[in-house]
């Protein structure tokens, strides 16, 4: 497991420098926020998302041979 370097920062700090803290945080840096000197909140980076690739699924998942059927007791509200 990777070591991440922490940084403890008050809200107000947080409030004023968010952009920088958020560069940092990009960059690999874990940032906790405390109140009173007591970590409420920790800012860390998002993984990126993965592209999706169309047939990835095959295989995996199957519809029922009646899937797209309208089931009986709903033929009233078809009306």
Same mark, same amino acid.
């Given at each position: ?5 922490? !940084? ?19 960059? &690999? ?14 800012? !860390? ?11 990835? &699924?095959? &295989? ?20």
């Amino acid at each position: 497991m990777a070591r991440h370097r922490t !940084t403890v920062v008050n809200v107000a700090q947080a409030k004023a420098r968010l952009s920088e803290l958020l560069r940092r945080v990009s960059a &690999g840096e874990e940032i906790v926020i405390a109140r009173d000197h007591r970590p409420v909140a920790r800012l !860390t980076a998002v993984a990126p998302a993965t592209a999706r690739r169309p047939g990835s &699924g095959r &295989g995996i998942f199957t519809a029922a041979p009646d899937f797209d059927a309208t089931p009986a007791d709903f033929a009233e509200y078809l009306k």
